[in-house]
C-alpha cells in the first residue's frame, strides 16, 4: 500500500440507499478527502446523482481514481446485466454484488488500494442466489488472509464505545451453545490486537459483557458466566490482555462505565448493535477486525424503503471511510 492509495468502496446492493449514499459522500468528500473509487456499476451511480449533473468517471485503476477523484467519482465498472430498480431487491444481481466485494478485497491485498469499504447489502436475494455466508464479515474470513489465530470478528464504533462481537450473525437460541471459554479468549486478544495496532491503544482494557441478566447472578439466572465466560476472561489475562468481567450488560454502556475500558466484548449481536446504535444512530462504522486488510462499512442496512427518493443520509459511510483511512495509516506507519 502506498500513501496515495484510495480505498475500494464496493457499490452493496445497487437496489438499496448504497447508489445514493456513495455519490452524497462524494460530494462531502472530494476536496478534503479521503479519496475512494467505486468497484460496482456506473449506470446505477449516474442515477442516483439526480439532476445535481455529479460525474461520474470509469477509471480503470484505483491509481486513476485517486487522480481523478477531486473532479468526478471515480468507479471501476463492473456493469450489472439489467438496471437495478430502487427499493426493488433482485437475486439477479447477486453475482454481480459478490463480484465487486472480492474485486474491492483483492485491490486491497495487493495493495492498490488502501482498504476496503463495503455498501450495505440485503442478505435474503444473495441466499436465494446461493450465497453461502451470514455476511461480510464471514465471507472476508474466507476471502482473505486471517491476521492472528481467532479468525474475523465484528467490530461496531460509536463515539467512544467500541463493541467486538463473540458470536456474530446467529439466532439468539443458538449462543449458548456456541459460546467457548477459548472462542471468547480467541475474539478477546483479536480485539486487543486490533485496539493496540489500527486504533492507537498502548495498553487495551478489555470489558467481557455477560450473557445472562445480572451476569448470571451467581449462577441463579444462567450458569455460563461460571462455566464459559469466566475461564475465559482468566485466559485472556494469562495471555497478557487487561480484561475484566463477566460484567453485567446493563450497567456496562452509560458514559461513566466507557471510561473505564476501550472495548466490551459482548456474548450477541443486539447486546452490541442497540448500544452503539442509541449511542449514535447515523454514524457508526463497522469494522472487520482479525483480517489481513482494512476493512470497514456503514453501520446500517439497504433500507429499500427509502431508495431512489433521495432523502438517504451519507453519516455512516462517510464515517466509514474516514475510519478505514485512519487504521490503513496507523498500520503503515507501524
Known sequence: ?????????????????????????????????????VVGDRAT???ATGRDGTPVEAVATPAEGA????????????????????????????????????TAARLAMSGEAAAVVTGPIAKAPLYEAGFAFPGHTEFLGQLVPRK???????????GDLRCALATIHEPLAKVPILLTAESIAGAGRTTAAALASDFGVPRPRLAVAGLNPHAGEAGAIGDEED????????????????????HPADSLFHEKA????????C??????????????????????LGVAIVRTSPDH???????????????SLVAALRLARDIAERRGQA
Do not use: C
Open 267 to 288: 456474548m450477541y449481536h443486539d447486546q452490541a448493535l442497540i448500544p452503539v446504535k442509541m449511542l449514535d444512530f447515523w454514524g457508526g462504522v463497522n469494522v472487520t
Open 258 to 265: 466507557r471510561a473505564a475500558y476501550d472495548a466490551v466484548l
Open 227 to 246: 462455566r464459559i465466560i469466566a475461564p475465559a476472561v482468566k485466559a485472556l489475562r494469562a495471555s497478557g490482555v487487561e480484561a475484566s468481567g463477566p
Open 1 to 37: 500500500m502506498t500513501s496515495s492509495a484510495p480505498i475500494a468502496l464496493s457499490l452493496g446492493d445497487p437496489a438499496g440507499i448504497g447508489p445514493e449514499i456513495i455519490v452524497k459522500a462524494w460530494r462531502a468528500l472530494k476536496d478534503s478527502g479521503p479519496a475512494f473509487v
Open 67 to 102: 487522480t481523478a477523484f477531486a473532479r468526478a467519482l471515480p468507479v471501476i465498472d463492473i456493469p450489472l446485466g439489467a438496471p437495478a430498480v430502487p427499493g426493488v431487491a433482485s437475486p439477479a444481481a447477486a453475482g454481480r454484488i459478490i463480484a465487486w466485494i472480492e
Open 301 to 315: 442496512g439497504v433500507a429499500f424503503d427509502i431508495a431512489g427518493k433521495g432523502v438517504a443520509r451519507p453519516d
Open 148 to 158: 492472528g489465530s481467532s479468525g474475523p470478528v465484528m467490530m461496531l464504533v460509536a
Open 45 to 47: 451511480l449516474v442515477v
